[in-house]
Antibody, heavy 119, light 105 residues
Framework: EVQLVESGGGLVQPGRSLRLSCAAS????????MHWVRQAPGKGLEWVSG????????GYADSVKGRFTISRDNANNSLHLQMNSLRLEDTAVYYC????????????WGQGTLVTVSS | DIQMTQSPSTLSASVGDRVTITCRAS??????LAWYQQKPGKAPKLLIY???SLESGVPSRFSGSGAGTEFTLTISSLQPDDFGTYYC???????FGQGTKVEVK
């Protein structure tokens, strides 16, 4: 059974950093592209970042470019999102999601981890 | 950037109704269009990809159509489990629509 489990969320002050992780099981991570999607409280879905199976292609939303870094550790079946210079508007539930390819729909999602940026 | 616009934002319907949600792209997105369903407090679930391909395990009452910049999700006969929020997504650069909440009439 495919499972994605996010961790690392929490309460953080503006300007500080946080690192999210996504542990994958039930499939071999290195065959698939992976993405981060966030959802602010009461709002819609916003794509944050994506990475191809071999890390050869990486993309970021304009809202996080230069502040967030996506990475993956295929040997340990995990995905990461390093978030620096956090802002109040980064407050959201962050989901990791799996895709068959870099330009494909997201067929499995984790349950999400909440990041709250507040002073 | 490609913008995705869904209509309506909210839809009130009864069990058994035929429901249609529209998604418009600001430019042609070929066939890179997916639909997701989200229930409160849960992760989104993929329903349809490549405009009209039904994800495994998704009931056949869900269908997708369209081309270029205009796309449609149709639920042929709304069931109690279908209430929730629906999002379209173009996955050439991964933009989501703003969502359509399907609620009980």
């Amino acid at each position: 059974e495919v499972q994605l489990v996010e961790s690392g969320g929490g309460l953080v002050q503006p300007g500080r950093s946080l690192r999210l992780s996504c542990a994958a099981s039930g499939f071999t991570l290195d065959n698939y592209a992976m993405h981060w999607v966030r959802q602010a409280p009461g709002k819609g879905l916003e794509w944050v970042s994506g990475i191809s199976w071999d890390s050869g292609r990486i993309g970021y939303a304009d809202s996080v470019k230069g502040r967030f870094t996506i990475s993956r550790d295929n040997a340990n079946n995990s995905l990461h999102l390093q978030m620096n210079s956090l802002r109040l508007e980064d407050t959201a539930v962050y989901y990791c999601a799996k895709a068959d390819g870099y330009i494909e729909a997201f067929d499995y999602w984790g349950q999400g981890t909440l990041v709250t940026v507040s002073s | 950037d490609i913008q995705m616009t869904q209509s309506p934002s909210t839809l009130s319907a009864s069990v058994g109704d035929r429901v249609t949600i529209t998604c418009r792209a600001s430019q042609s997105i070929s066939s890179w269009l997916a639909w997701y369903q989200q229930k409160p407090g849960k992760a989104p679930k993929l329903l349809i990809y490549k405009v009209s391909s039904l994800e495994s395990g998704v009931p056949s009452r869900f269908s997708g159509s369209g081309a270029g910049t205009e796309f449609t999700l149709t639920i042929s006969s709304l069931q109690p489990d279908d209430f929730g929020t629906y999002y379209c997504q173009q996955y050439n650069s991964w933009t989501f629509g703003q969502g359509t909440k399907v609620e009980v009439k």
